[in-house]
């Protein structure tokens, strides 16, 4: 019989495919063709069956589907711990809105990007949900890293460097997405900050717009109290229950934070089809609250996780995340089995996925999906005995850990055996000058302020 001729095989220790639910396979193989997963098998069927150019042994590993951010601020590396220890107003209203408006910049953004994409890859992310300024720059860097990015298109209502008001943010963001449309790492999104900096106008123009050019809608919600009250106050209702009114609660919105959401709420947001971008480390950080997560899922609400901006994180680690937001749920909600380490699995990645209308593509370790792919090394001693390899990435594993990194095949991250970690597509020196220059930048912009 001759053997079906493949670019590459990966045979590993364990899987976890994520589809099927629950799933932790021993010693299996994932086959690669053009970027393409074509068959999920047995080791000894893989060497029976396929021909590779090339066979990774991850003999101490378990494969997992690449992770995916849910809700990002990447250009914001650049301002990781600028102003801490903040609530969240005080933090953008005194220090981080005006920074940005004087240092953003098309090179700001490609540069702290390019940096984001760096630390993500070095964690497992393959794909991540972004909301900033120039996406043009930002894409340039995402496209540079090989990762995938939903970028999303910015909407204020007050002037920046980027743009003066909504209508000129919403006409050089669909500008933006018809220049990148056919980049296959590249989706977008609207991206109208929050409902407390957001018209109902605009709103309704970006719904439209929105279901015109079929991309989808992803803001901030529900962060705080604060918000809360101010909506009340200045509308006469809460955040969900004005979105509500606008049409703007659907299948292909997301919503980061949602810290607060009272029971209508939660049946709402379950009923409309909508997703929770989950970002545990910013909300503790912001002192924004903890989101009781583990009602959200048990009302059928789509959660993933996001790290927010390295601004107010100060990491883009979705091993944090998941672990935290894991303990938080249990913690708050007094039940041990809330959140598994599966279902916390499937939140890091599927269910990203599903927010971004890429369930299909991404997110799990199946036939016919894109080969977005992490290898996590569980050998080192702090991490055995290993008894169960899906609680050990939740709650032992760290992104050190992470030893080989894919998408679409290609391999775009990997850390030999005691040495650092090695980029295909980008170099080490020119991440040391971008921190070195916007260093120097950003301390002489707050010397003066």
Not at 155 to 162: D, G, H, N, R, S
Not at 267 to 281: D, F, R, T, Y
Request: charged share 20%; proline share 4%; with cysteine.
């Amino acid at each position: 019989m001759m053997k079906q001729s493949v670019d590459l095989i990966l045979e590993t220790r364990w899987l976890i495919p994520i589809i099927p639910k629950n799933s932790l396979l021993p010693y299996q193989a994932v086959v690669i063709k053009s970027g393409v997963i074509i068959s999920v098998c047995s080791i000894e069927d893989a060497k029976q069956f396929y021909h590779a150019n090339e066979i990774i042994q991850l003999t101490d590993h378990v494969l997992i589907p690449g992770f995916v951010n849910l809700h990002t601020h990447a250009a914001m590396n650049l301002m990781r711990g600028l102003a801490d220890d903040l609530p969240l107003m005080p933090w953008l209203e005194q220090h981080i809105w005006p920074t940005e408006q004087k240092m953003v910049s098309p090179n700001f953004v490609h540069d702290g990007t390019l940096l984001a994409c760096a630390e993500m890859l070095r964690g497992g992310i393959t794909a991540f949900n972004d909301m900033y300024f120039y996406p043009e720059s930002a894409a340039e860097a995402v496209i540079q890293a090989g990762m995938r990015a939903n970028l999303g298109l910015v909407v204020l209502e007050f002037a920046t460097q980027y743009a003066n008001n909504a209508e000129s943010y919403i006409d050089k963001g669909t500008q933006a997405r018809d220049a990148l449309k056919n980049e296959p790492l590249i989706s977008f999104s609207f991206a109208p900050h929050a409902p407390y900096t957001v018209s109902d106008e605009t709103f309704t123009t970006l719904n439209t717009l929105s279901a015109q050019i079929h991309i989808g809608l992803h803001t901030h919600l529900h962060e705080t109290v604060a918000e809360i009250t101010q909506s009340e106050q200045r509308y006469g209702m809460r955040p969900v229950a004005r979105l509500a009114k606008l049409g703007i609660l659907g299948a292909t919105t997301t919503f980061a934070h949602c810290v607060h959401l009272n029971p209508i709420e939660i049946q709402m947001l379950a009923e409309n089809g909508c997703s929770i971008a989950h970002c545990p480390s910013s909300n503790l950080k912001l002192a924004s609250g903890i989101a009781p997560i583990a009602e959200y899922a048990k009302q059928g609400i789509n959660i993933g996780f996001g790290t927010d901006g390295a601004a107010s994180n100060n990491r883009l680690d979705m091993f944090t995340e998941m672990r935290l937001a894991a303990l938080l749920a249990k913690g708050l909600s007094g039940d041990a089995t809330a959140i598994s380490a599966h279902e916390a699995l499937e939140m890091a990645t599927i269910n990203g996925a599903k927010a971004l209308g890429m369930d299909d593509k991404i997110g799990s370790i199946e036939v016919g999906k894109l080969a977005d792919l992490t290898a996590i090394k569980l050998d080192d001693f702090n991490m055995q005995p290993c008894f169960d390899a899906a609680s050990h990435l939740v709650y032992v594993a760290e992104r050190e850990q992470v030893s080989h990194v894919w998408v679409s095949g290609d391999l775009k991250y990997h850390k030999p055996n005691n040495s650092a970690g090695i980029y295909s597509n980008i170099e080490p020196q020119e991440l040391v000058d971008i921190i070195s220059r916007w260093k120097t930048k950003l301390d002489a912009f707050a010397s003066i302020n």
